[in-house]
């Protein structure tokens, strides 16, 4: 067996591994579990935010950072491709 094959295949046992230790260690549906970060999120939300909704304030005001952060790499990356094809939209 040459190297490429080996690889090949020591890769695809690899992923097959943490793909099946990921599928037993995943929480039940329905049963997302508890930690300190989410009993914390739940209970100081509306005080610390001033909204109702959980999901919107980790997202825009928790990690307004990361979110934006993320925003920028999506539009830099749509950009990009735009710039790479507009020779193809213009004929």
Partial sequence: MDKRKFFAWASLIAITFFF???VVEFHPF?????????D??????????GT???VTSVVFDYRGFDTLGEET???????GVVMIFRRHFHE
């Fill in 30 to 38: 329905g049963d997302p579990g508890s930690t300190p970060t989410d």
């Fill in 20 to 22: 099946a230790l990921f």
């Fill in 73 to 79: 790499i999506l539009i830099t990356s749509v950009t």
């Fill in 40 to 49: 914390y999120i739940f209970v100081h939300t509306q005080n610390e935010t």
């Fill in 52 to 54: 109702n909704n959980a």
